[in-house]
C-alpha cells in the first residue's frame, strides 16, 4: 500500500489554500495595521505553509527510506524527528516575530491559526477521497490453481 496518492494530493491542495490564505490574510492585515498588518499575514501563510508542507514531504521521504514499512521504526524515526525539528523551529520564529515591530502578531497568529485548520480540513478530505486500498486480501481468483489447471477455490 502507498500513500504517495493522499500526501501529492495534499501538497497540491495545501500548496493553493496556502496561497489563498496569504492573500486573504495579507489584504486583511492591510487593512487592519498596514504594513504590519501585510507582513504578519504573508509571513504566517509562509510558515504554516511551510511546516505543513514538510509533514507531507517528511512522510514520503519515510516512506521510501523505509522501503514502504509504513510500520516500521525507520518511517516513524523519520517522521518524528522532522515533526519535532518543525515544532522547535516554529516556536524559536514565533518568539523572535512576537518582539519585532515591523509585524502585528495578532494578525500573524490569526493567519497561522486560520492556515492550520483549513490544512488539517483538506488532508482528512484527501484522505477521505482518496482511492488508496486499506485492506490487503486474497480473492478466490487470485488463489494458486488447482490439480485441474482451473483458478479457484476448491471444487464443490
Given at each position: 500500500?502507498?500513500?504517495?496518492?493522499?500526501?501529492?494530493?495534499?501538497?497540491?491542495?495545501?500548496?493553493?489554500?496556502?496561497?489563498?490564505?496569504?492573500?486573504?490574510?495579507?489584504?486583511?492585515?492591510?487593512l487592519?495595521?498596514?504594513?504590519?498588518?501585510?507582513a504578519?499575514?504573508l509571513?504566517?501563510?509562509?510558515?504554516?505553509a511551510?511546516?505543513?508542507?514538510?509533514t507531507?514531504?517528511?512522510?514520503?521521504?519515510a516512506?521510501?527510506?523505509?522501503?514502504?514499512?509504513?510500520?516500521g521504526?525507520?518511517?516513524?524515526?523519520?517522521v518524528?524527528?522532522?515533526?519535532a525539528?518543525?515544532?522547535?523551529?516554529?516556536?524559536?520564529?514565533?518568539l523572535?516575530?512576537?518582539?519585532q515591530?515591523?509585524?502585528?502578531?495578532?494578525?500573524?497568529?490569526?493567519?497561522?491559526v486560520?492556515?492550520?485548520?483549513?490544512?488539517?480540513?483538506?488532508?482528512a478530505?484527501?484522505?477521505?477521497r482518496?482511492?488508496?486500498?486499506?485492506?490487503?486480501?486474497?480473492?478466490?481468483?487470485?488463489l494458486?490453481?488447482?490439480?485441474?489447471?482451473?483458478?479457484?477455490?476448491?471444487?464443490?
Amino acid at each position: 500500500m502507498s500513500v504517495a496518492p493522499i500526501l501529492i494530493r495534499a501538497l497540491r491542495d495545501g500548496g493553493i489554500f496556502a496561497a489563498l490564505v496569504a492573500l486573504v490574510g495579507s489584504v486583511i492585515g492591510l487593512l487592519a495595521d498596514g504594513s504590519r498588518g501585510l507582513a504578519g499575514g504573508l509571513i504566517g501563510a509562509a510558515l504554516a505553509a511551510l511546516f505543513l508542507g514538510l509533514t507531507a514531504v517528511s512522510m514520503l521521504v519515510a516512506a521510501r527510506v523505509s522501503g514502504g514499512d509504513l510500520g516500521g521504526p525507520v518511517f516513524f524515526g523519520i517522521v518524528l524527528g522532522a515533526w519535532a525539528l518543525k515544532l522547535i523551529v516554529f516556536f524559536v520564529f514565533a518568539l523572535w516575530l512576537r518582539t519585532q515591530d515591523w509585524l502585528n502578531p495578532y494578525v500573524f497568529f490569526g493567519t497561522v491559526v486560520f492556515a492550520v485548520i483549513g490544512s488539517l480540513v483538506l488532508d482528512a478530505l484527501a484522505y477521505q477521497r482518496s482511492r488508496v486500498p486499506y485492506v490487503d486480501v486474497t480473492l478466490p481468483e487470485d488463489l494458486p490453481s488447482t490439480t485441474s489447471g482451473e483458478k479457484g477455490g476448491p471444487k464443490t
